[in-house]
């Protein structure tokens, strides 16, 4: 700021020397006034230029006049860009910060002081139907319509999250989010959303888990208890009282078979799966199911040999099944057991193995009463059951499905179930063809 004052200092002894040859003092003065006005037009025009030059979109470009207006113009450019430095990187900050919260798997929803969304990440978009971009600065309880939110959103408390029903709901699978708000800032708020689906369903799998143990077990227990106090109580001749004994025994059976079960899905879904190790000679397996399935069949007869079930054993091929033994006969029992069970006394049980390209199958047909296509995507789940007294009264335990899948999933294989009511039923173990090798070829290796 000093240049200019010189600048003007200068101007005016420049104009003020030949005033004074012209007009003594008062020359002197009126020439030096002259150049202050000079001075002032030629510097409110330099004013003026570098007000254009400032409110240009943009001050890249360097001033084209020089002097003491270039280096004030080129200063307020050095802070311009250092400026526009901070502003870049506090925009990449703010940017990185958006994106990591983009990428949680949880929903985020920055609220502002009158709980407004402020900006949301697209899983909270997705959560909640919102649209991202369309949906800021609107109510979040405008947009969230569920009455459980609204209500959770006007108490004062929300030290703990709500449940409440996602947009990806439908008829027959319902979505749960758990939300909850977090104060933060001056009034500002903090939505998280979490999809607590699975969570929910494996609770209530649980729940219903023990719902159902707790049933099946406290049948046969009550009528043992009843029987107990039979025994306890009435004067019973011997035959009676081995009566009540038999039909007591066939009750602690039941709960055996059940316990064993239990214990066999508990050990199938607590350990690793098994490897290709193992050998197990099929023939021999295969004998062992066909004896055990002619036995139950028998039982189920009684000594009527007329009525018999006509069950054929294809000839086992000379394979060895690469994997657990016990896991395998487990499978291949239940499937058995049950096509023997569910087949009215008469009817016919086929089960063979075979290879198809990259699979080795194990089938078991049945002429049984066939299940209607509603049931089969149910079947194999823990005591599901389509005749519940046929599967009592042959002794079922409602876990040869689920056992028999498990094994299958965990030999790399599964279970399929085709079936038409009144047509009987055919069930399958289908395993990679890996899972099956020649005897020989097993010995060998
Ligand atoms: P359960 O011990 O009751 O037989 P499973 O898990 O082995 O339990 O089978 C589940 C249900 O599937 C059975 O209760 C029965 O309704 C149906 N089911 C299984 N095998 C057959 C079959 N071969 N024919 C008809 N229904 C069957």
Known sequence: ????????????????????????????????????????????????????????????????????????????????????????????????????????????????????????????????????????????????????????FSQGNHASDVIIEGRSSSSVSAQKLSVQLHAYGDRRALLLTRDITAVAQAEAMRRDFVANVSHEIRTPLTVLSGFVETLQTLPLDEQERVRYLNLMAVQSDRMQDLVADLLTLSQLEGSSPPGMHQQVVLPQLMAQVESDARALSALMGGLDATQAQSIVFDPSPEWAFLGSKSELQSALSNLVSNAVRYTPLGGSIHARWSRQADQCIFAVTDTGPGIAPEHLPRLSERFYRVDRSRSRETGGTGLGLAIAKHVAQRHGGELRIESQVGQGSTFMLVFPASRCVSIDDASES
Request: include cysteine; charge should be neutral.
């Open 1 to 152: 700021m000093v240049f200019p004052v010189f600048e003007l200092l200068i101007l005016m002894g420049l104009a003020g020397l030949p005033g004074w040859f012209l007009g003594d003092a008062l020359g002197a003065c009126l020439a030096a006034l002259l150049a202050v006005c000079v001075y002032a037009l030629v510097l409110a025009w330099r004013v003026d230029r570098f007000d254009r030059w400032l409110s240009a979109p943009s001050l890249r470009q360097d001033p084209p006049w020089q002097g003491v207006w270039r280096e004030m113009s080129q200063r307020v450019q050095r802070m311009l860009r250092q400026q526009e430095k901070r502003v870049a990187t506090h925009e990449k900050r703010l940017q990185d910060f958006l994106s990591a919260i983009q990428a949680s798997p949880n929903g985020v929803i920055l609220l502002d002081d009158e709980a407004r969304i402020e900006w949301c990440n697209d899983t909270a978009a997705a959560h909640l139907g919102l649209d991202a971009m369309k949906d800021r600065m609107q109510h979040i309880v405008h947009l969230v319509r569920d009455p459980v939110f609204s209500r959770y």
